[in-house]
């Protein structure tokens, strides 16, 4: 079975670009992977998904080697309100649809 | 739309009480799921359904735990009987199926559970 592995925590200071991979061994090529952002209090919120190569929204970029053992949410320019726990989910469709979180990383942006 | 819709939103019982959780989903969301945070194990899912069916319940701690679907709008989580070790912020999520075969999930505010 899949298990995707995060980071614990980060820290950055505002304007820096934020990287923050997910290791995800034994997924299949229709699996996808999400990222989502969650602050205290909340519910978690979608950030991006993707299946491969690299996605780009408003907020992130997401990118997915060849390999797919990995994925790597990219923030540009964090501010404050970036301060946030975010978790990678992996979604396996060929192991009986399971969803696979990742134990999250709380990312500490600094002034 | 107002979103997933849980209540209560917080809930404290003692232990060997019934509780019931409640969710509504978004509108046109044949997706639905309920996950278990807590500081200790982070963000589990529990159980999810698709089209009111129960997919995968593997999440469900043990027989104290059922959820139910009876139509597209609603759905229950109960605990019987409650312990304490069952504190925790209970969210459910709604999502539809795209032709992309991509999903997002929508959250719910959660509900803080607290067993004495």
């Known amino acids: 079975l899949a298990k995707t592995t995060q980071p614990i925590s980060m820290d950055s200071y505002e304007g820096q670009e934020v990287n923050i991979t997910c290791s995800h061994n034994?997924?299949?090529?229709?699996?996808?992977i999400t990222w989502y952002q969650q602050f205290p209090s909340q519910g978690p919120r979608f950030i991006i998904q993707?299946?491969?190569t690299k996605v780009t929204n408003e907020v992130a970029s997401l990118f997915i080697p060849a390999d797919r053992k990995s994925s790597t949410l990219s923030l540009p320019r964090v501010s404050l309100s970036d301060t946030a726990v975010y978790y990678c989910?992996?979604?396996?469709?060929?192991?009986?649809?399971?969803?696979?979180f990742g134990q999250g990383t709380e990312l500490s942006v600094k002034p | 739309d107002a979103g997933v819709i849980q209540s209560p939103r917080h809930e404290v019982t003692e232990m060997g009480q019934e509780v019931t959780l409640r969710c509504k989903p978004i509108s046109g969301h044949d997706y639905l799921f309920w996950y278990r945070q807590t500081m200790m194990r982070g963000l589990e899912l529990l159980i999810y359904f698709n089209n009111n069916v129960p997919i995968d319940d593997s999440g469900m701690p043990e027989d104290r735990f059922s959820a139910k679907m009876p139509n597209a709008s609603f759905s229950t989580l109960k605990i019987q009987p409650s312990e304490p070790r069952d504190s925790a912020v209970y969210f459910c999520?709604?999502?539809?199926?795209?032709?992309?075969?991509?999903?997002?999930?929508?959250f719910g505010p959660g509900t803080r559970l607290t067993v004495l």
């Open positions: 999520a709604s999502s539809s199926f795209s032709g992309s075969g991509t999903d997002t999930q929508y």
């Open positions: 993707g299946y491969k």
């Open positions: 989910l992996v979604a396996l469709y060929n192991q009986g649809g399971k969803l696979i």
């Open positions: 034994n997924i299949a090529t229709n699996d996808y």
